[in-house]
């Protein structure tokens, strides 16, 4: 498909793990990424993984990458109420010739429970 | 250092009119980019400039027009606008651009209501 896609919603309870799942489209995006929107606020990145990997972590952040399936997830453990927010995935897509543009999926609202 | 900076944060306009956002990139920056983001179709790309020139383009009709600076700030015009226009205009970043694959920091947008 054309489409980065992700699943609209997801509810945690605080201090457990979260997992955000995406699939991305092309084979060839170089980059994969994982941006956080607050309300009324532009996008922060969270983290990225670059295509040759297959995990990242970075503090309570874990990517996994299977090129594979095409498929992206970021993991969030112990979960805080303050990670409430939207969470986005974007693909560094060839879109004509050599250029490349970033393709947002839809977002994953994340809402932490107490 | 300081942040992406987007000119004004909220603006009204009716159909017809037109409208120019403004951006100013991280110190040292030479890519941005533009988005536009609205509950129906998500965060779709506009456009891409480096070192004064349009690199990429998104699928938007020719109201939409970009332009970069010799100081990599950037601006975007839309005309004659249509309800349809109403949504956060987000730009980013990066030293390098897309095509390297670099970090693309976000401004906080601005929110354009088209009445």
């Known amino acids: 498909g054309e489409d980065v896609e992700q699943s609209l919603f997801l509810s945690v309870r605080e201090g457990d793990s979260s997992v955000i799942n995406c699939t991305y489209t092309d084979s060839s995006s170089t980059y994969l990424y994982w941006y956080k929107q607050e309300p009324g606020a532009g996008l922060q990145l969270l983290t990225y993984i670059f295509s040759n990997m297959d995990m990242k972590q970075d503090q309570r952040l874990t990517v996994l990458l299977n090129k594979k399936d095409k498929h992206l997830s970021l993991r969030i453990a112990d979960t805080q109420t303050g990670d409430s927010a939207i969470y986005f995935c974007?693909?560094?897509?060839?879109?004509?010739?050599?250029?490349?543009?970033?393709?947002f999926g839809s977002g994953t609202q994340l809402t932490v429970l107490p | 250092k300081a942040g992406v900076t987007q000119t004004p944060r909220y603006l009204i306009k009716t159909r017809g009119q037109q409208v120019t956002l403004s951006c100013s990139p991280i110190?040292?920056?030479?890519?941005v980019s533009w988005y536009q983001q609205t509950p129906g179709q998500g965060l779709q790309f506009l456009f891409e400039y480096f070192s004064e020139t349009q690199r990429n383009k998104g699928n938007f009709p020719g109201r939409f027009s970009g332009r970069q600076f010799s100081n990599s700030r950037s601006e975007m015009n839309v005309s004659t606008l249509e309800l349809g226009d109403s949504a956060l205009y987000l730009c980013?970043?990066?030293?390098?651009?897309?095509?390297?694959?670099?970090?693309?920091?976000f401004g906080p947008g601005t929110r354009l209501l088209v009445l």
């Open positions: 110190s040292g920056h030479r890519s």
């Open positions: 974007a693909e560094n897509r060839v879109s004509s010739g050599s250029a490349r543009q970033l393709t």
């Open positions: 980013a970043s990066s030293l390098g651009g897309t095509a390297t694959g670099e970090t693309q920091y």
